[in-house]
């Protein structure tokens, strides 16, 4: 069966530190990864999602960023955090063999930026 | 482009009672259909989907909801409540074909709130 981790699960980054969140699917190949954010009141907004290897597309303009560097892996970065970075992080993923184009979400990450 | 209207952000409701949490959905093309929970802290699990055939779902805990394509509506049920059931509820659609087919629109979330 497949699953997903993400890490850390709680994060406290001052502003302008960098960040490195990371998720890893197992049980599957060439999946289609998210990263999503969470903030109070307002829903899940997508911030990236990658179809492949290096590939990676940008939903929101922002400081954040995201990379694919293996199949299964993937990582949100900042190199400079924003006390508005703060929030709930949730990776996902999606395959091919899945049906309905259900989306499976990890645990969740908490970022608090001081 | 799609969009998801969750029309109460919080329901109150007493244990043992039935609820209804209301999700009405605007999409020019077919969409699939999709209920999540999510517990306090914790990431979003799926509830129950619905692709094709019957337009009534069931979810193994109870839950079900209804595909009503006249009116967009994806309404989630249930008729008995339990305290363990307070939760954050998210309705999604995507589209069954074409662009963004692998991504989800989500609503704001419902938060059931179940009162013993």
């Known amino acids: 069966s497949q699953t997903i981790h993400q890490w850390p699960a709680t994060l406290v980054q001052p502003v302008g530190s960098p960040l490195s969140l990371e998720c890893t699917v197992e049980?599957?190949?060439?999946?289609?990864l998210y990263w999503y954010r969470q903030a109070a009141g307002r829903g899940l907004q997508l911030l990236f999602y990658?179809?492949?290897?290096?590939?990676i597309s940008s939903e929101v303009p922002q400081n954040l960023s995201a990379s694919r560097p293996q199949d299964r892996q993937f990582i949100l970065s900042s190199k400079k955090l924003l006390l508005s970075d703060s929030g709930f992080y949730l990776c996902a993923w999606s395959g091919q063999e899945i049906s309905g184009n259900t989306i499976y979400f990890g645990e969740g990450s908490w970022l608090t930026v001081v | 482009a799609q969009s998801v209207t969750q029309l109460d952000s919080q329901v109150p409701v007493f244990e043992e009672a039935p609820v209804e949490l209301r999700c009405n959905y605007s999409?020019?093309?077919?969409?699939?259909l999709f209920w999540y929970v999510q517990y306090p802290n914790q990431g979003l699990q799926l509830l129950l989907k619905?692709?094709?055939?019957?337009?009534l779902v069931e979810s193994i805990n109870g839950f079900e909801a209804e595909f009503n394509k006249s009116q967009t509506s994806f309404h989630l049920r249930k008729p008995s409540v339990h305290i363990s059931d307070t939760a954050e509820y998210f309705c999604?659609?995507?589209?069954?074909?074409?662009?963004?087919?692998?991504?989800?629109?989500f609503g704001k979330g419902t938060k059931l709130s179940v009162i013993p």
């Open positions: 619905y692709l094709s055939g019957s337009t």
């Open positions: 999409s020019s093309v077919s969409v699939y």
């Open positions: 999604a659609v995507t589209p069954r074909a074409g662009a963004g087919s692998y991504q989800l629109t």
């Open positions: 990658s179809v492949g290897i290096g590939q």
């Open positions: 049980g599957t190949s060439n999946p289609n």
